[in-house]
């Protein structure tokens, strides 16, 4: 096979420039990368693709390809087999994190949680095994971008899934070619940036073969719809200028809705169909929730660092990073961080063996970062607006007054820092902060954060369960009891400990 490489930045860009139909504000989106709602983010993608390429980066986050030929491809696209490997996965995705400061939660190694399963795995697709073999392998070369929508949109929830046809995702009919396939699916973030969007079933069990469905499809698939919320990053450039708006000006990952309106899906592009059983098992057997829980967490990890000094800089800025109480509320957010990263280096360092020789990332530690992400980050967001509190307001309207001579001796005297700093540095970084926390993009990432990981009862029961199944609520009863059979009424009950069933308290003592 001839030596693979990568796409690089320019090369990532072209590839997005296909008949894609994302429509946002009424129409529909001529070229997804010149349009002012994402041209920024798919500029900040392009420089992942070419640190792959960069001397100073491509030993960190890249190795060779496991799929049989020669080149070399990031590091979590491939089938871990040492604790080494899984390490080397955790730097490379911290690596590609920092690019974006840990805003970009579905970059393209996201879904290699998913795809770096399918070579080791494949055999659990049969009668599909060779198309999981066959995008293990172009997958890897190219570093695809998938993305994917597996959730029911919030429609009728009361009815079973098979009962809302008109809906939910679901195959009208069998042909030659493959499988015409209708329905929506929630929310498709940042598809619009991606080359391949995947379907799958989450929730709800099902009780027809029609809605069993497992399979990707291509971005510009004929019928396939994006219909995008709201974009942070074309209102930044309408309402303000990168000063203004520093994260949503480019890193607005547009979550959208995905409309399916008779799309074709080749037969190869199929992993399951039709078998209840198994599209049900998907969760637990794919390897897709150990790995991307270990993303995620790795991701947020570098993500609170990022909160975490721009926090401090706040709080020098308004002269409170000496306050006791303060002090205390920083040392919240660093043991957060701490956290999550213990959490990521656990389940990197602890992997529990899988198909033929693979690994993954041990899931305790994964169903762990799925709770406390939903308690954690909202906490760290209330104790920025509590602590920083009007200080993040406390900022002129945008840039431009800056550049206007009337207004900038006022800014320069009324907007200064109490650290010997500038009006401009300060607002530059309390706009930064606010973009982070406060604004609509702010606001929409406390939501990713506490949902896209599961909802707040599954993250709960699915912990529960998976204990359940392997036996250690069984091991933890068991110690209990132990602990239980040692004594009873008369005193104890093993011969190396001693009752002094005579000995009584006196008034003196």
């Not at 992942?48 to 696209?77: Q, V």
């Not at 399979?215 to 919320?229: E, H, Q, S």
């Not at 000094?309 to 409170?320: H, N, P, Q, S």
């Not at 305790?364 to 509590?386: C, D, K, S, V």
Request: hydrophobic share 40%; charged share 25%; aromatic share 12%.
């Amino acid at each position: 096979m001839p030596a693979t490489r990568p796409m690089t930045g320019s090369e990532y860009v072209e590839s997005l420039r296909d008949a894609r139909e994302i429509y946002l504000y009424g129409d529909r989106v001529k070229d997804v990368t010149e349009h002012p709602a994402f041209h920024n983010p798919v500029r900040m993608t392009a420089r992942l693709y070419d640190a792959l390429h960069d001397p100073a980066t491509r030993d960190e986050l890249t190795c060779p390809t496991d799929s049989g030929g020669e080149g070399y491809t990031h590091r979590f696209f491939t089938t871990p087999r040492s604790v080494e490997d899984l390490v080397a996965d955790q730097r490379a995705i911290a690596a590609w994190a920092r690019m974006s400061y840990g805003w970009m939660g579905r970059s393209p190694d996201y879904k290699a949680s998913f795809l770096g399963t399918l070579g080791a795995n494949a055999d659990f697709y049969a009668p599909f095994a060779d198309n999981a073999r066959r995008w293990y392998r172009e997958s890897q070369e190219k570093v695809l971008y998938w993305n994917h929508a597996i959730v029911h949109p919030p429609v009728d929830r009361n009815l079973p899934p098979d009962q809302v046809g008109d809906v939910y995702v679901h195959v009208e009919r069998e042909t030659d070619a493959g499988l015409v396939v209708s329905g929506a699916k929630v929310v498709a973030t940042g598809s619009a940036l991606t080359h391949y969007n995947f379907l799958a079933h989450y929730g709800l069990p099902v009780k027809k073969r029609e809605f069993a469905l497992v399979a990707t499809v291509p971005m510009d698939a004929p019928g396939l719809k994006l219909i995008c919320r709201p974009s942070y990053t074309a209102a930044a450039a309408l309402t303000g200028s990168p000063f203004d708006y520093p994260l949503s000006s480019r890193l607005d990952e547009n979550d959208s809705i995905l409309v399916l309106d008779q799309v074709l899906i080749p037969w190869e592009n199929v992993f399951i169909y039709g078998d209840l059983g198994k599209v049900q098992l998907f969760t637990g057997r794919s390897g897709f929730i150990e790995r991307f829980t270990f993303q995620g967490c790795t991701r947020l990890a570098v993500k609170l660092e990022f909160l975490a000094g721009l926090l401090l800089r706040a709080l020098e800025i308004t002269g409170t990073k000496d306050f006791r109480g303060v002090q205390t509320r920083v040392g919240e957010v660093l043991a957060w961080r701490n956290l999550f990263w213990a959490l990521s280096d656990a389940a990197a360092r602890n992997p529990v063996p899988w198909k033929n020789g693979a690994l993954l990332p041990n899931p305790q530690y994964g169903m762990a970062y799925r709770w406390f992400t939903q308690i954690g980050y909202p906490r760290i967001r209330e104790i920025i607006l509590q602590d920083v509190a009007s200080g993040l307001i406390y900022v002129n309207s945008g840039a431009a007054d800056f550049k206007n001579p009337d207004i900038r001796p006022y800014l320069d005297k009324y907007l200064r820092g109490s650290d010997g700093s500038g009006a401009e540095e300060r607002v530059k970084v309390m706009k930064l902060l606010w973009d982070a926390v406060g604004s609509e993009f702010g606001g929409r990432h406390e939501l990713y954060e506490r949902n896209y990981a599961g909802n707040h009862e599954n993250t709960r029961i699915e912990l529960l369960f998976g204990q359940m199944a392997s036996g250690q609520l069984e091991q933890y009863a068991a110690l209990a009891e132990q602990c239980l059979s040692e004594y009873d009424l008369d005193g104890w009950t093993v011969p190396d400990l001693s009752s002094f069933a005579g000995l009584r308290q006196t008034e003196s003592l």
